[in-house]
């Protein structure tokens, strides 16, 4: 009688991500439909919620590479296991050495085939580069951003008279506040703004 495969279903999930399409109740049941068309034994849901992508910040991830007993390590999707390559092939490679299949469901794929690294390795040089979009994207924003700072970041308190506005600096300046965390609080690009109106202040005064 053949043995019947030990599961262990890894899930990690990132704080803000709890009500996303992958969350934990939607991996649930994707992994038991998984193991019953399967007949495998699922023995261990382990679920780690972090957003880190270093390995070293994934102490239950950690600790089934190095502790738990099973045959197959199931993740419902690429990047819930790893978010870089070298770590991906790193974490598959080991367990594969030590006869651990490695299986992600959505992409079905498993690493007991012979073509898992060249599919793997295409899927993220895919994500790699969306991911590169995405961040020039996010880079020709934040320089536009730059380039109309006032517009877009500092809603100035108009409303009050440049007197009250000296009276209130020159109170925060005797609690011992510094000129950017004046320029902070009254919603100013910097402490250098601060210190110029005090000083044109007082040359209009004298």
Known sequence: MEKVKVVIWYARISTNELMQKYSLESQKEDIKKYCNYHWYNLKKIILEKASWTKMIKRPKLNNILE??????????????????????????????YSW?????????????????????NILWAFWEFEAWMIS??????????????????????????????????????????????????????????????????KKRRN
């Not at 502790?67 to 199931?74: M, P, S």
């Not at 651990?100 to 793997?120: C, G, P």
Request: with cysteine; charged share 30%.
């Open 100 to 120: 651990k299949e490695v299986v992600f469901i959505e992409n079905q794929i498993n690493t007991s085939t012979i073509n898992w690294k060249l599919f793997l």
């Open 136 to 201: 020039e994207r996010v880079k020709r924003w934040l320089k536009q951003a730059k380039t109309n700072w006032v517009k877009l970041w500092r809603p100035r308190i108009k409303d009050i008279p440049q007197s009250e506005e000296i009276k209130e600096i020159r109170k925060l300046r005797q609690q011992k506040f510094s000129y950017s965390k004046i320029a902070k609080k009254l919603w100013y690009s910097g402490g250098s703004v601060i210190y110029l109106k005090l000083k044109n202040f």
């Open 67 to 96: 502790n738990e007993k099973f045959d197959i390590l199931v993740c419902v999707k690429i990047d819930r296991l790893a978010r870089n390559v070298l770590d991906l092939n790193k974490i598959v490679l080991n367990l594969n």
